[in-house]
């Protein structure tokens, strides 16, 4: 199985402030990487697929990058309305396996 | 509007079943593949199964192997999850979620349904 081990674990920001979140894949995953945003008491929502598209009606403060097996999520201006977990997840082969989380708050 | 609703959880006893479903609406639900994702209590995601379109290809964890069976009925346009002998590490939020095909992701997700197993 392909490991995906993700960092910081938790991560505080301020408001306006730009965030980056790490993902590295156990292999080479050709792009296929997704980020998603979970808030408190809801279901994660797609954010990034493909490593760098951004999904319809994301904010364009949100961007993704990578090759191979390194991945990043950038934040650029912080909002409170990000606060939330974040997760990356592979896409190239069952089975699909998640990053174990990044939980990022407002300082 | 793509909505995914999940019924079915509860409470249930360590080696007993529990079915779940999931009924998708705002979308042609026999085009897509579907997978199930569970969350335990304060922990992250944990890839359950996945279903093709047309049944034709299934996957499972191997957590779950032997013990759960993914299936759909594209005419009522349903997702179910039944699960057997199940363990108390089998508690958590189980969600439906829509596959993209083009991008290899997880789009669409509904709210999840609670399962716990403890006698």
């Known amino acids: 199985d392909i490991q995906m081990t993700q960092s910081p674990a938790s991560l505080s920001a301020s408001l306006g402030e730009t965030v980056t979140i790490q993902c590295q894949a156990s292999?080479?995953?050709?792009?296929?990487l997704a980020w998603y945003q979970q808030k408190p008491g809801k279901s994660p929502q797609l954010l990034i697929y493909?490593?760098?598209s951004l999904q319809d009606g994301v904010p364009s403060r949100f961007s993704g990058s990578g090759s191979g097996t390194q991945y990043s999520l950038k934040i650029s201006s912080m909002q409170t309305e990000d606060e939330g977990v974040y997760f990356c997840?592979?896409?190239?082969?069952?089975?699909?396996?998640f990053g174990s989380g990044t939980k990022l708050e407002i300082k | 509007e793509v909505q995914l609703v999940e019924s079915g959880g509860g409470l249930v006893q360590p080696g007993r079943s529990l079915k779940l479903s999931c009924v998708a609406s705002?979308?042609?639900?026999?085009?897509?593949?579907m997978n199930w994702i569970r969350q335990a209590p304060g922990k992250g995601l944990e890839w359950v199964a996945y279903?093709?379109?047309?049944?034709?290809?299934?996957y499972y964890a191997e957590t779950v192997k032997g013990r759960f069976t993914i299936s759909r009925d594209n005419a009522k346009n349903t997702l179910y999850l039944q699960m057997t002998s199940l363990r108390s590490e089998d508690t958590a939020l189980y969600y439906c979620?829509?596959?993209?095909?083009?991008?290899?992701?997880?789009?669409?997700w509904g709210q999840g349904a609670s399962v716990t197993v403890s006698s």
């Open positions: 979620a829509r596959y993209e095909y083009s991008s290899s992701t997880m789009d669409a």
């Open positions: 279903i093709s379109s047309g049944s034709s290809y299934i």
């Open positions: 705002g979308f042609t639900f026999s085009n897509y593949g």
């Open positions: 292999e080479d995953i050709y792009s296929g």
């Open positions: 997840q592979q896409g190239l082969k069952y089975p699909f396996t």
């Open positions: 493909g490593a760098s």
